[in-house]
């Protein structure tokens, strides 16, 4: 690892204040689980390293009547295991049980989740230079890609978007909120995150010296879940995940407002209108959550060893649909 200045401010304000215009030099530290990774691999080599974790305003999570706000610095694990946050927004909580194991839950935070660079086994090799870190082509489009995109259209980098809370967030209508030298500002989650396409790009539209301070839930009574396809019940990023949230959709009610949002298939997670539209203003049965998985695939451009996620994604959609509607889960025995 580089040799790197560590500082601890004590404001948001200040650690701001300490990040530079470009990204490279300076690196904001949370809970340290994938930037240490990404330092020991010689991927990130900032000079000068400045800690979240003396910010106390950084974390809680307060529950107000119209919203939910999620402080940037809370752990996965206290929001897996938040009362409120179960009881509103199953998708996400679910989201925060599965991700990674204990270590990583108590460890990782929200705002460094959001934040995580890809997995790409090519982009996490120090000895390989691809797009994303100023080489001339991308490695997976015609090598290893059976953990890349199938959602490839107009992407010169194939990778697909890390965070397993990001897709829950997106269904549920998240904003995020920003602090940048100009103050704070708030971002609708559906324009947070960005397929990059080379070294000064990130998976996230922040500006490199800006940074997320807290995510905000609207409190929208919305009927919600989330499900994920992993190897066995592997320590690991999922093969495909997918949030839904909806109104209705229980004892009876036609289902309405509808969004479907699908995890590890692209380089941003992946909202699907055709989906949603295979079930908006019918009930919700094992045919229409059928025929919403079917509709998600629409689309895709799988690559060479990415086609295998399409059964997933149907299947996943599925599954996710009728756990939000409270129904059986025919593939529990
Ligand atoms: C074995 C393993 C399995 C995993 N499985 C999953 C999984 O299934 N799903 C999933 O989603 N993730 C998974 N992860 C990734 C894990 O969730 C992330 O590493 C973690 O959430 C990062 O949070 P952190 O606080 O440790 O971030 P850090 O490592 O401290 O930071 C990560 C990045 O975010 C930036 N950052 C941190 N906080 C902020 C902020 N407030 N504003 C702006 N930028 C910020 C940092 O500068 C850095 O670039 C897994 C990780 C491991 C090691
Ligand atoms: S998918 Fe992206 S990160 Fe991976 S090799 Fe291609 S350009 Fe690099």
Redesign the pocket.
């Known amino acids: 690892m580089k040799n790197f200045t560590y500082y601890r401010p004590s404001s948001a304000e200040q650690a701001v204040g300490l990040l530079e215009n470009t990204w490279g030099n300076t690196?904001?530290?949370?809970?340290?689980?994938?930037?240490?990774?990404?330092q020991k691999e010689y991927i990130?080599q900032p000079g000068r390293v400045i800690s979240?974790g003396g910010i106390a305003a950084?974390s809680g999570i307060t529950v107000e009547d119209k919203h939910v706000r999620i402080g940037?610095?809370t752990?996965?694990a206290d929001i897996a295991a938040h009362a409120d946050l179960r009881r509103f927004f199953p998708a996400l909580t679910e989201?925060a049980a599965?991700?990674?194991?204990p270590q990583?839950?108590n460890?990782?935070?929200?705002?460094?989740?959001?934040?995580?660079?890809n997995r790409c086994w090519y982009f996490r090799d120090e000895h390989v230079n691809c797009l994303l870190k100023g080489g001339p082509r991308c490695f997976a489009l015609e090598g290893e890609n059976k953990y890349h995109a199938v959602f490839t259209q107009g992407h010169r980098c194939v990778i697909v978007h890390?965070?397993?809370?990001?897709p829950a967030l997106l269904a549920l209508g998240a904003t995020i909120e920003v602090l940048g030298p100009k103050g704070r500002r708030t971002q609708e989650i559906a324009k947070f995150f960005h397929a990059p396409s080379n070294a000064t790009e990130?998976e996230h539209t922040?500006a490199a010296n800006?940074?997320?301070?807290a995510v905000s839930i609207p409190r929208r009574n919305l009927t919600n879940a989330s499900y994920?396809i992993?190897h066995k019940q592997s320590?690991?990023?999922?093969l495909v995940q997918v949030a839904v949230a909806f109104e209705g959709g229980r004892a009876g009610a036609n289902v309405t407002n509808a969004t479907i949002v699908l995890g590890h298939v692209g380089p941003v997670p992946r909202v699907a209108p055709a989906a949603a539209a295979a079930l908006n203003t019918r009930a919700l049965t094992d045919e229409t959550a059928t025929a919403a998985g079917r509709g998600a695939t629409e689309g895709a451009k799988p690559l060479s060893q990415s086609a295998y996620k399409l059964r997933l994604i149907e299947v996943a959609v599925k599954r996710a649909l009728l756990i939000a509607g409270g129904m059986k889960r025919y593939w529990e025995v």
């Open positions: 690196a904001l530290l949370a809970g340290g689980t994938d930037l240490h990774d990404l990130a979240l950084l940037a610095g752990n996965i989201a599965q991700l990674g194991g990583i839950r460890m990782g935070t929200l705002g460094g989740n959001l934040c995580q660079r890390p965070s397993t809370l990001a990130r922040l800006e940074m997320i301070v994920e992993r320590y690991d990023w999922p």
